[in-house]
């Protein structure tokens, strides 16, 4: 995820796709209550009446297997009606014509059969998004356990790249935790031969013939830091004192980074945000719905 957890609750907007919180992460649901009482607008997309849905400003109660043509419709919405952030666009992102070209075709009234979500309220949710300062997208299993999760995945990051709400607080790409570490400590002693995991998993594999040998869990923690470049700063210490660290934290000073992409530039080759829309079978207008 781009942000970090803490960032929901001062969202004004939230997109929930497919994305039970409630059931699956009750600590970010809690911030997700707490983003409502402080005024967040809040969009369900869910086949279910999940927990979230009961406090949402809209519920969008799509069919089974069309994420993508929703979220086609909604990138239809926000360009048809100029809903967009035509500067952040222009200046930061790529593809607009061929993405306008794909999506132009995925207007809510034409699709409204797939998705089995009115017309109306796709064009509403897609006002409330775009008129917020600051927006989160959140999505989880409901997307990523379909064979076009990746599709739609990028179709949603193209969402948050339309209307600027990429690269700075309080908006962003959140899916299961916000690249943060955190230092635990037992809570007892450990009674009869009780292992702890690491060295379970060290014990296993010395008997398969690789040996492995830790003293302690700072040690394991240290070659990870020197593995990953991403990780290096976040020291044992670091994370006793701060709490929470988020990568990346690449040097011994650095004290974080809360949120990705500032000033919105990407890791991409122009540093711009590549667009991303594409028509597939079963999500076309007039098509046979896909089954999943």
Request: hydrophobic content about 35%; some cysteine; overall charge neutral.
């Amino acid at each position: 995820m781009s942000n970090a957890i803490g960032d929901i609750e001062k969202s004004k907007c939230l997109l929930v796709f497919g994305y039970n919180c409630a059931d699956s992460h009750p600590i970010v649901a809690r911030r997700v209550i707490k983003a409502k009482e402080n005024g967040a607008k809040i969009i369900v997309c869910d086949p279910r009446c999940i927990e979230t849905a009961r406090i949402a400003d809209q519920h969008l109660q799509l069919k089974n297997g069309c994420n993508m043509a929703l979220v086609n419709a909604f990138a239809h919405v926000l360009l048809e009606e100029n809903l967009y952030d035509k500067e952040y666009v222009a200046k930061h992102t790529e593809g607009l014509e061929a993405y306008r070209e794909i999506v132009k075709g995925y207007a809510p009234e034409d699709v409204e059969h797939l998705t089995g979500v009115p017309a109306q309220q796709v064009r509403q949710a897609m006002r409330t998004f775009a008129a917020a300062p600051s927006a989160t997208i959140m999505w989880g299993m409901g997307v990523t356990q379909f064979s076009q999760a990746v599709d739609v995945v990028k179709r949603l990051s193209s969402l948050a790249l339309l209307t600027g709400n990429l690269g700075r607080e309080n908006v962003g790409v959140f899916t299961c935790a916000d690249r943060g570490f955190q230092r635990f400590e037992k809570a007892i002693e450990p009674k009869y031969n009780v292992k702890r995991d690491w060295e379970i998993i060290s014990l296993i594999a010395s008997e398969m013939g690789y040996p492995i040998h830790y003293d302690s869990n700072q040690q394991i923690w240290d070659e990870m830091r020197e593995l990953c470049p991403l990780f290096y700063g976040v020291t044992y210490e670091k994370m006793g004192d701060m709490g929470h660290v988020q990568w990346p934290c690449p040097t011994l000073d650095h004290p974080g980074t809360p949120y990705l992409y500032k000033d919105s530039r990407l890791d991409t080759p122009t540093s711009k945000g590549q667009l991303f829309a594409a028509s597939r079978q079963g999500n076309q207008p007039g098509g046979r719905q896909r089954a999943h």
